[in-house]
């Protein structure tokens, strides 16, 4: 295992070169079939993290190259290449590289690369390495909630004051773009992310397994089961992903 970690950290690095290239210089922004935006950025990081993690053998799922059918995967690597591609429309800087291993339906390893400020985040098995904290940890910070910079939907804001309120009224609202949410959850600078909005498997695979390992959750809001992977579709149902601790 650490031997495919560190191919799919070097993958999530040279991905990242590629989609700093782009974002260095005038882009073009296309529409998909789905209505989400896609650029040169996305396409290239994608065919890189393949080309490097092709020797593993193992098969490979793409936001960008989805194969016609995954029903027979027990393994495989789940990618997305930009993970926040309004983000990186948007030049805030917000968006990432995610690269997880699927076996038997479940996250087993995960890899978050930040390009702009650089900052990676991994995990495999309980094994979980994150950048130093930046800010202070909750037992002395407000309660913090994290929620969609691009896609803050009212439901959202309706489980917050429902939910979360009554037990913190004091606490308080950041926005974040792309995975980082998820990241900032594992490191412990954030206790909580609500999300309603469409996402699909591959948005949330390799942040799931860092913050399993992390010692966090994510759970279905329906429920409170976990996230489910290699469903016959790709779309997640809302869910409420949880720091360690929590």
Not at 99 to 115: C, F, N, R, S, T
Not at 166 to 190: C, M, N, W
Request: with cysteine.
């Amino acid at each position: 295992m650490e031997q495919l970690l560190e191919l799919a950290r070097h993958a999530a690095l040279e991905a990242g070169k590629a989609i700093m290239e782009v974002y260095a210089q005038p882009f073009e922004v296309y529409t998909k079939d789905d209505d989400s935006p896609v650029t040169q950025a996305d396409l290239r990081a994608s065919n890189i993290i393949k080309e490097i993690l092709k020797p593993t053998g193992i098969s490979f799922v793409s936001e960008e190259d989805l194969p016609p059918d995954r029903s027979q995967y027990k393994r495989y690597w789940l990618v997305d290449p930009l993970d926040g591609t309004v983000e990186f429309v948007n030049r805030n800087g917000e968006f990432t590289v995610n690269i997880a291993l699927i076996d038997e339906k479940q996250p087993v390893m995960g890899v978050i690369y930040a390009p702009v400020t650089n900052q990676l985040w991994y995990a495999v098995g309980t094994h979980c390495v994150c950048p130093p904290v930046t800010t202070l940890t909750h037992a002395v910070r407000p309660y913090t909630v994290l929620v969609s910079r691009s896609h803050r939907t009212p439901e959202v804001d309706a489980y917050i004051n429902k939910v979360l309120r009554p037990a913190h009224p004091d606490l308080v609202i950041d926005t974040q773009g792309s995975s980082l949410k998820f990241a900032r959850l594992a490191e412990g600078s954030a206790d909580v992310y609500v999300c309603y909005s469409k996402t699909k498997e591959w948005d949330t695979a390799a942040a799931d397994a860092i913050l399993r390992a992390a010692g966090g959750k994510v759970l279905r809001i329906s429920d409170g089961q976990p996230l489910e992977y290699s469903k016959k579709e790709y779309p997640n149902p809302p869910f409420v992903a949880w720091a360690p601790g929590w």
